[in-house]
Each structure stands twice: as C-alpha cells, then as structure tokens.
C-alpha cells in the first residue's frame, strides 16, 4: 500500500487564515473606542474628529456642532423644548406613536370619544406646541373630533390615509360648518414616504416627519 506524507501544507494554510483574525477584531473595537475617547475628552471640550468620529466639516462648525455631537452619544441631554403629542382614536399605530414620542421628548396624549376604549373621552387644552395625529380616518367621530381640534392654536394636525383614495374628512368636516381655511390646516397623508405598512413603520414615518417639520428640513438622505 502505498503511503502519504503528513499534509502539512493543509496545516500551514490553515493557520494563516487564523493568523488575519486580530486585525479584524480591532476593527470590530474601533467605534467603541472612539466613543469612550469621546466621552473622556467632553469633560475636557469640545470632542475632536479622532476622538467622536465626526467629520472636520462638523468639528468646523463650532461650539454648537460640539454640543449637537455630544447629545447625539448620549453625553447630553437634549433640550427638546416643550412638545406635545395628541394620537386620536386608539389603534395599534396610536400606541407605537406615543411609545416612541416620549422617547423623543413629547407630553403624549391618547383621546378616543368612545368610553369602551383607552383614552380620555375629551381633547386636553392644547397649545401652539401641539402635534395632533388622527390614526384611524373610519371612525364616525372622525369629523366631530377635527372640528374640536380645530378650534384650539395646534401647531400641526394630520389624518393618516391613502393620498389615492378620497379623504373623508373634508365632507365630514364641511358638513359641520367648518370653514375652508380651517380644513385647509389638516395634512394628508402624513409622515415620510418610507413605504412604511406596519404599525410601527407608520409610527416612524409619522414621528420623523413631525421632527422634520419642526426643525425646517425636508427629511430623506439630502443634507
């Protein structure tokens, strides 16, 4: 029979595949260690790029870009002034709504008029930092509870639904007298087109729209 030598160039090959791993598990630990480097220079000042990993465009900036780097690691809390959120009728998008809002710094808000359901039955009194959101556009109160919506200084109120099909608040809302510049304040539909379907997906699109509205920008990929 004949016989084989040992297959160390099998072995040997084998190794050098082990011998590359270090340098990818350093890899794995450079964003970690530059968030500590940021954490330990923010006592010190403002972060430098090594340190927090921003850009020079956005270390260029100044003492607001450091203060914005350090509130988006958590070093700061962020000062989202005063923000309300109102979700209409409770649905599953109303409850990722207010869950993800008071994350975000919202005095959150649940109103559906039918007492079997959760929510208080009546609209708190509401202000100019007033976001109001209707999440269910079926709802035979859906006219009843705009026309009181719209009676107070909201910021922003919106009905979620399809943009292609017809919105059914504009002839509940006609229908009790409201005038046409006051529809003309409801937005639909609302939130990002990010091709959201779900509960929770809407819930973003809605949340990041109203932020982007806040802060004056178009929302999307463009800065």
Avoid at 35 to 44: N, P, V, Y
Avoid at 124 to 151: F, N
Wanted: aromatic letters at 6%.
């Amino acid at each position: 029979m004949k016989e084989y030598p040992p297959p160390r160039k099998c072995f040997a090959s084998v190794h050098l595949r082990f011998s590359a791993i270090p340098p990818f598990r350093a890899a794995a630990r450079a964003p970690l260690d530059r968030r500590a480097a940021a954490r330990q220079t923010s006592a010190m000042g403002t972060p430098t790029p090594a340190a927090s990993g921003a850009s020079d465009e956005h270390v260029r900036g100044g003492a607001d870009d450091g203060t914005a780097c350090a509130v988006a690691h958590g070093d700061v809390r962020p000062g989202t002034g005063d923000r309300t959120l109102v979700a209409v009728f409770a649905t599953p998008v109303a409850e990722h709504l207010l869950r993800y809002g008071a994350d975000l710094g919202y005095r959150t808000f649940l109103v559906d008029p039918d007492e079997r359901r959760d929510g208080a039955a009546a609209l708190p009194p509401l202000d100019a930092s007033a976001d109001v959101v209707v999440t269910d556009h079926h709802r035979p109160e859906l006219g009843r509870v705009l026309a009181a919506v719209l009676t107070q200084p909201v910021r922003w109120v919106g009905v979620m639904g399809n943009p292609r099909h017809p919105a059914p608040h504009i002839p509940a809302l006609t229908e009790l007298g409201v005038p046409y510049d006051d529809i003309a304040r409801v937005r639909r539909p609302i939130g990002l087109n990010i091709g959201s379907r779900t509960p929770a997906e809407i819930a973003v699109a809605t949340l990041a729209g109203l932020i982007a509205d806040r802060n004056g920008r178009p929302g999307g990929f463009e800065f």
